[in-house]
């Protein structure tokens, strides 16, 4: 392995050049740094560093006590979604029903698309004081409206307007999979903070600020996996220790907001300098209507602005018409109603199944996801479940940093029936 090089820059573009060659392919482990140091005649703080840019990079990973080891760039993580062709009962897409979604093309009959230029507002004004009547009650007192293209497209643009590769970001452990793919992509590094029954938790997330965590992620409820909402006292608690960090950027994604049964708890102090609370549109109009609100303080919706005005330039007025024509009429509040209503019916079913069973799971939860918190191997358990029929997934794929055990199923489409036979299944699976 001809790594050379007297400088952390200097092994670091020996290393990359070696991988751009395939002189080193994907799986390669990198010499120990104490070795690494000694063949090439400097400190070994000098090697770390090297290794350290070259893991922000993507180029390589840590994997703990086997080293670093060389990262294949094509390999993403899971995602989101129904899987083409399965024969087995899908519970893992985490889609929502389609029974529940709007007709968008009546509302392109209902107001026809009026072409804009550029230099118009890049908002709708009717939908920019829908969305600040909805956030209003949440926010701090002063406050701008943004959209972006969906929950995941905020995120990404946040953090890309204030932090660079190598910062730290907590998130929820376990986490939903579009987050820890976009960190992945960013080359940020994820920080897991534990959640339980009442969201994440408070004494854990004060330990990752102190580590030095540049912006925290949390959902307040419907969380992804595990269902969870933010209680009252837990908000007030997290609020408390993000204030402590006023640094900090602060970012809500509150993505099943319109259709949510569980109440809202504000987590954003005072005297937050930066923070952002995201509403998406697509869980209620469906995945393809990629438009999320963004309420935020000023400096962070200039951020936006010039995130946006070097890429797409604005959130397409199309879909921001579709969106004002759905969100303001009865019929579609009342379809959201019944769905919400739906969702609950669907869960409640499932977990009396579950209990009859004396299989433990998440309580008070909400959204289109229930989790089941395991001690086992949950890969062997959702392989057992596989091969009766049922394609769930499990906790390593929501896991940062430290392992969480468990089952992830997708209940908007399960129907009664289904739940006692599935309740069997998993309880024969745990053995």
Known sequence: MNIHGKTAAEIFDSVRALVQSQQLQPGAS?????????????????????????????????????????????????????????????????????????????????????????????????????????CEPDCPASFEVELAYGAVDAIERLLSAYLVAGDKVAVENPCFLSSINTLRSMGLQ??????????????????????????????????????????????????????????????????????????????????????????????????????????????????????????????????????????????????LSRARDDYARRRQALESALRDQGVGFMEQADGLNLWIPLQTDDQTVALALARRGWLIRHGETFSVQEPVRGLRITIADIEPAQCQKLAQDIRDCLG
């Open 190 to 335: 994820p920080v897991g903070v534990p959640v339980d029954e009442q969201g994440m938790r408070e004494d854990e997330l004060e330990e990752a600020l102190a580590k030095g965590v540049q912006a925290v992620i949390l959902t307040p409820r419907a969380h992804n996996p595990t269902g969870c909402n933010l209680s009252d006292r837990r908000a007030r608690a997290l609020s408390r220790v993000l204030a402590r960090y006023p640094q900090v950027l602060v970012i809500v994604d509150d993505h099943f907001s319109l259709l949510s049964s569980a109440p809202y708890h504000s987590v954003i102090p005072r005297n937050a300098s930066r923070w952002a609370l995201i509403r998406s549109f697509t869980k209620a109009l469906g995945p393809d209507i990629r438009v999320a609100a963004v309420a935020c303080d000023g400096a962070t919706a200039r951020q936006l602005r010039l995130r946006l005005a070097s890429g797409t330039g604005w959130v397409s007025h199309l879909l921001q018409d579709l969106v004002e024509a759905a969100v303001m009429t009865p019929e579609t509040m009342e379809l």
């Open 30 to 134: 990198l010499p120990p740094v104490r070795e690494l140091a000694v063949a090439l005649g400097v400190n070994r703080n000098t090697v770390a560093a090297a290794y350290r840019r070259l893991v922000t990079a993507g180029i390589a990973t840590t994997q703990g006590r086997l080293g670093t080891i060389i990262r294949d760039p094509f390999l993403s993580g899971e995602q989101e979604g129904a899987l083409p062709g399965t024969p087995l009962t899908d519970l893992a897409s985490g889609n929502p029903n389609l029974a529940w979604l709007p007709d968008v093309t009546a509302a392109l009959r209902a107001r026809p698309y009026r072409p804009r230029l550029y230099g118009e507002p890049t908002v709708n004004a009717p939908l920019a004081a829908y969305i600040r009547q909805w």
